[in-house]
């Protein structure tokens, strides 16, 4: 393993970082889109990039499926096969596996699984994990892991802790060494105190480029995911980039920035965007909602993305009434664009020994609510 | 009306020339993009605009429904609206009327339908569909007009030309005029001669900014198609630039501008697109077909698109399998960069005089099919 995180920072318990790969360097806080079978649904990697965002996240349970790991490979890896030359973080397939899959079954090995899109079987232990994000040549490799539901029943959640530890061990065993490229952890137990500090010693005693929270953003509330972070956080090395799994609304980003973390994913700003749900500055708007059948001004008028320099909220609106893709493409674009814009204020924020301020005005502006609507 | 065109050249019955309108000038032979609602449905205006497309066509039908024309006339127009500030062309909605609304019934004073979106009822008279391509802000506003089928029942392709000759003369009388916007007059009369040239001549005596041929492409044979251009062109003046409406394949295109047209509309290349059907120059191709699904060359190696400077076939048959919006967005780019090389190249040997040789090699490089399977 041989990722190379630079810590520039700290303000409070909110951390300024660099983490360095061999397709380029992920400024932290970071924001991950999700690019789950090889493409952020709508847009190119072009507009991706110009949103900010610096790193992808690819999904190896759908890419192993279709178009299958090693296509990808005599393609030439994911990133010429998107043609995304930026930094690229898989996840290990296990997510998926139990949210997705069919008639799968679990054991110490690994999981068996049912395609969702043919139901043919296929085979994912921690070894096969680490093959398949070889081939897709993924920057940072996620460890196969048990991710449970919440709440989770008595015991499940320790056992799936337990062996979740022995697999980061197994995928530690089979990562190929090479410069740019690394192995993330990943942090189980649940919300269980105890559970997520021996989960934490024993990854930290094997090793890793980072670490990685996952079994949260799994239904639990906001409060209890950051109190999580806040027991979890302080028992991982303070120089590796932590990573907060499947994280969130931009409210649950602030949040846990303040925690500590450096790293998210989540479908959140591409799925609204394709549902007409649109993120600003003061607050969550549906795009199909007839208050802005009239309205002149962007959606939001305080954004610099491509979407707010030349289109109109009426505009906006219009296409998704008619169900025209442009819509979806336009507002993806935007919600993008706002994530990145508030990891980029995360950032300054901190360096700046600010980060405080900025989440107060940054709560205070989501409270207000939408611009009042448009008098033609 | 005030649309000025240059004829700049002829290379036998192939014309080069130049339309100039109030939002920038048109080369001819031109391809206009179908720009149906508002959008050219899955792309940017930056993107049409950077494949080449100098006009685009608007529907005056769908606008009506919705979002409503005098709506795009409060919000600043259709350019405005969509963000296209070249010129825009609109139909005059009697197609669409004819094709997809519900209950019409046509006499001398108009059409009386309702909506296929709503059921509500709807009223177009020649001089309210010059109204709306006014408030939409066409540059060019076509007449309505009554496009019967193919094959036509003996007595109705002469009662609707007549019919479409008066509506004609109407939408002249309620035409405004202003600099740098201009309305068409569109020929009827089926594949009858005499009735093509009455409809010509009846025109050309109420005098219109550009003739459009209507009721083709409705299912004849492209011989048919060819030889009513070859009885109808010559009867037009010829100082005033020639559209065929709703054509068509790029053979098509190649073989009406032969025959002196100087426009065509067509929403082959972006349907097409959205279908996985690309163009190249070896003809056209499936990008769902199995044999793409390890090709590591572009959809065209030939083109110059940014869909194939950057994509290998197997990733766009990838998108198209994994019904991911990337794989239209991708193809309908393509088609239409390609649609618009072969215009540039008409253009371009009409101005040498060597437009019979372009279209030999042409039909000869379609001819030879697509390049033969790649060998992994």
């Known amino acids: 393993m041989s990722l190379d995180f630079e810590l520039l920072g700290q303000d409070g318990a909110a951390r300024r970082g660099r983490l360095h790969t061999a397709h380029g360097t992920i400024d932290t806080p970071a ?16 507009q991706v990039a110009a949103s900010g965002a610096q790193v992808l996240l690819g999904n190896t349970y759908h890419l192993m499926l279709r178009p299958g790991a090693e296509r ?4 030439g890896g994911l990133h010429r096969f998107m043609g995304w030359d930026r930094p690229i973080l898989t996840d290990s397939g296990g997510f998926q596996v139990m949210s997705l899959a069919k008639l ?16 043919s079987t296929h085979d994912l232990t921690p070894e096969r994990s680490v093959e398949i994000q070889d081939l897709l040549d993924s920057n ?16 499940e959640a320790e056992r799936a802790m337990q062996l979740s530890l ?6 530690r ?12 952890g990943i942090v189980q137990g649940s919300v269980d105190e105890t559970l997520r500090q021996q989960s934490a010693e024993g990854l930290t005693a094997i090793g890793f480029d980072g670490y990685a929270i996952g079994g949260l953003a799994v239904g639990e509330p906001q409060a209890t995911m950051l109190k999580v972070l806040n027991f979890t956080l302080p028992a991982l090395p303070s120089d590796k980039p932590r990573y907060l799994m499947g994280v969130g609304t931009p409210d649950d980003l602030v949040k846990a920035v303040l925690e500590g973390v450096d790293m998210f994913d989540c479908v959140m700003p591409t799925r609204s965007g394709r549902t007409a749900r649109g ?10 909602n007839a208050r802005h059948r009239d309205d002149p001004r962007p959606i939001d008028p305080g954004c610099a993305c491509p979407a707010c320099g030349t289109w109109s909220r009426a505009y906006v609106h219009h296409l998704f009434r008619a169900e025209e893709m442009l819509g979806p493409i336009l507002l993806t674009l935007h919600n993008l664009y706002y994530y990145q814009e508030v990891m980029a204020g995360l950032r300054r924020a901190i360096e700046i020994g600010g980060v405080q301020d900025f989440a107060a005005r940054f709560f205070e502006e989501q409270a207000q609510g939408d611009i009042p609507p448009h008098e033609s």
Request: hydrophobic fraction near 40%; include cysteine; glycine fraction near 12%.
């Open 104 to 119: 799968r079954s679990i054991d110490e090995r690994g999981v068996e699984f049912k395609s969702h899109l043919d139901g």
């Open 31 to 46: 924001f991950m889109p999700v690019g789950t079978v090889g493409t952020v649904k709508g847009l190119m990697p072009e």
């Open 72 to 75: 990808v490979a005599r393609l």
């Open 140 to 155: 940072i490799t996620m460890q196969l892991d048990e991710c449970i539901g919440y709440p989770a029943p008595a015991g």
């Open 166 to 171: 022995r697999w980061a061990e197994r995928c």
């Open 173 to 184: 065993q089979a990562f190929r060494d090479r410069a740019g490229y690394g192995l993330f």
């Open 279 to 288: 993120y600003t500055r003061r607050g969550v708007i549906n795009m199909r």
